[in-house]
């Protein structure tokens, strides 16, 4: 199993362009995740690269106005509707609406800092199949994570590393980017509305952990991405520690038991990807 290996942090500085020239560059679709986030939008947009290709939220039935915020920031926002609940099943819908060559997963809260988009960028060009962002590596750090997230977090990711023959350096951070090539090995089905409005298992907060365990095990080469996650800008966040923690513990212990998928893209399929959207 190749190691995570880790690129140069990327500077805090104002959003900086992908790439040097704008014809050179795969398109990039962003992923935002929305829940009642209308107060954080305005911040999170303004720092996300010009040159993105496109960006998708995927709002999970708010009850302010997200939607129309997100559509007066940016009018060619696509708005997409989750089928379920749950920040897993979000991506997984957000995921299958995208058409860019290179998917990003942000928050919007204000935690990921768009900033940091041509870091990933940059590792996915560099060869990597999949940008895995880490708190934990040097140029990265919170001002977020409690301590008992850290602790617990720390816990998960040695018994990942242990189960899966890897060397990630922070399992449940949710900042990370692919190639679209990968989607079938994450083998994500956003599947259909529940109308009791049940969560299906991958929906919830163990989705970095299932998509993290997937790459890994299909033998996809990652890249380590140092990042800085931010204090939550306004509301509050759903994740539950003890809760989520076990959702993790068990998402490892399933995957472990799951065969994993036969499609394994190469990275002269990235490249050619990359080559044909020019």
């Not at 940016?74 to 749950?86: K, L, M, S, Y």
């Not at 990597?128 to 140029?139: E, H, L, N, T």
């Not at 991405?225 to 994740?239: A, Q, T, Y």
Request: glycine share 8%.
């Amino acid at each position: 199993m190749l190691a995570p290996v880790v690129v140069p942090p990327c500077p805090r500085t104002p959003a900086a362009p992908i790439g040097s020239t704008a014809s050179a560059l795969p398109r990039v679709s962003v992923v935002i995740p929305t829940l009642n986030e209308a107060r954080n939008l305005p911040h999170v947009f303004a720092l996300l690269p010009a040159d993105i290709y496109e960006v998708v939220v995927v709002d999970g039935n708010s009850t302010d106005d997200t939607i129309a915020v997100a559509r007066r920031l940016r009018p060619d926002v696509r708005i997409v509707r989750q089928t379920r609940r749950g920040k897993g099943n979000a991506l997984a819908c957000g995921f299958a609406a995208c058409r860019g060559d290179i998917i990003v997963m942000l928050d919007a809260d204000g935690s990921t800092d768009p900033r940091e988009i041509p870091a990933f960028v940059a590792a996915l060009r560099a060869g990597a199949d999949y940008a895995k962002g880490s708190r934990f590596v040097a140029g990265g750090g919170s001002t977020d994570i409690t301590g008992i997230r850290r602790t617990g977090n720390h816990a998960l990711n040695l018994i990942a590393n242990v189960l899966n023959g890897t060397r990630f350096t922070d399992l449940c951070y949710g900042y990370n980017a692919f190639w679209r090539h990968c989607l079938p090995t994450l083998n994500l089905d956003a599947g259909h509305e529940d109308a009791a409005g049940a969560m299906c298992w991958g929906d919830g907060f163990e989705i970095e952990t299932i998509i993290n365990v997937r790459v890994a095990r299909a033998g996809l080469t990652v890249a380590e991405v140092p990042s800085f996650e931010h204090d939550r800008i306004h509301g509050e966040s759903n994740l539950n520690a003890v809760r989520d923690g076990l959702r993790v513990l068990r998402t490892l212990a399933r995957e472990r038991l799951r065969r994993p998928s036969a499609h394994r893209p190469t990275h002269q399929h990235a490249h050619a990807v990359a080559a044909a959207s020019l």
